[in-house]
């Protein structure tokens, strides 16, 4: 199974900074034939269900807040919140989607300094 | 607007069958193209899927489950269904259901999820 790091396990950030997050595969999950990266990030906030930020590493779901922006490549990847906001106060995971089964980083929680 | 709603027993003793149905209201869970998953989040853990459906009623599995997971399409209820045998504490979780998104070739092996239900808490104990 590919492995999913990600990093750190916790961040607090003061409204209105930078937050970034990392998430590392454990072998590459862009695929040559289409040049596509196989990963979404979820939010998640206590007592919710995972909710789908972003795919293809970069490209964000219909009404996300453009202050989440996704990047990387190959094996390495980041989850950047230009601005942080009190409701982005929540724990983020990345997702591999390049080989079956698909699996899950262990999680950064993200909270308001 | 699609939405999903899992059901079933919060409480199974161990070596028993955990049973989960998931409700789809809003669209038809048959449709061409559509495949949905069931997915396991341990108290205070990371996240896990457990299997896929397919429109067709075809079915894969995390291998980690030792095939004790069985996944099945209810399409007159328009209902997904997860059974789990042998369970033990380690199977305690909050079971979600969720919609896959997939495209072209790579269906339904290849996948993120981009509806949720709200989940249902499960555990294992007697």
């Known amino acids: 199974d590919i492995v999913m790091t990600q990093s750190p396990d916790s961040l607090a950030v003061s409204l209105g900074e930078r937050a970034t997050i990392n998430c590392k595969s454990s072998q590459t999950v862009l695929y040559d034939s289409n040049n596509k990266n196989y990963l979404a990030w979820y939010q998640q906030k206590p007592g919710q269900p995972p909710k789908l930020l972003l795919h293809w590493a970069s490209s964000r779901e219909s009404g996300v807040p453009d202050r989440f922006r996704g990047s990387g490549s190959g094996t390495d990847f980041t989850l950047t919140i230009s601005s942080l906001q009190a409701e982005d106060v929540a724990v983020y995971y990345c997702?591999?989607?390049?080989?079956?089964?698909?699996?899950f980083g262990q999680g950064t929680k993200l909270e308001m300094k | 607007q699609l939405q999903l709603q899992e059901s079933g027993p919060g409480l199974v003793k161990p070596s028993e069958t955990l049973s989960l149905t998931c409700t789809v209201s809003g669209g038809s869970i048959s449709s061409s193209g559509f495949h949905w998953g069931w997915l396991r989040q341990p108290p205070g853990k990371g996240l896990e899927w457990t299997g896929t459906v397919s429109y067709s009623g075809s079915t894969y599995y995390n291998s980690s489950l030792k095939s004790r997971a069985t996944i099945s399409l209810d399409t007159s209820e328009n209902q997904f269904s997860l059974k789990l045998s042998s369970v033990t504490a380690a199977d305690t979780a909050v079971y979600y259901c969720?919609?896959?998104?997939?495209?072209?070739?790579?269906?339904?092996?290849?996948?993120?999820?981009?509806?949720w239900g709200r989940g249902t808490l499960v555990t294992v104990s007697s």
């Open positions: 997702q591999q989607y390049y080989r079956t089964p698909p699996t």
């Open positions: 969720a919609r896959l998104v997939c495209s072209g070739t790579s269906c339904p092996l290849l996948f993120y999820f981009d509806l």
